[in-house]
């Protein structure tokens, strides 16, 4: 008797291999930002003095 090849996989088999690419996306994105955090990104040095009155101005 020959054994019939089963094309469809388990749910388990599925399941488990969506959790694993799941998993893996995730760390990647925690090992970018780990990385990203890292960087010295440039900032300005001047600061800026802006004086908001409330004041109306009449022309």
């Not at 970018?32 to 101005?57: G, R």
């Amino acid at each position: 008797m020959q054994l019939k090849y089963n094309r469809q996989p388990g749910f388990g088999n599925t399941l488990l291999k969506t959790l694993v690419k799941l998993f893996l996306v995730i760390i990647f994105f925690i090992f970018a930002i780990f990385l990203i955090e890292k960087i010295n990104f440039p900032s300005p040095n001047k600061n800026y003095d802006i004086e908001v009155t409330n004041d109306i101005k009449k022309l």
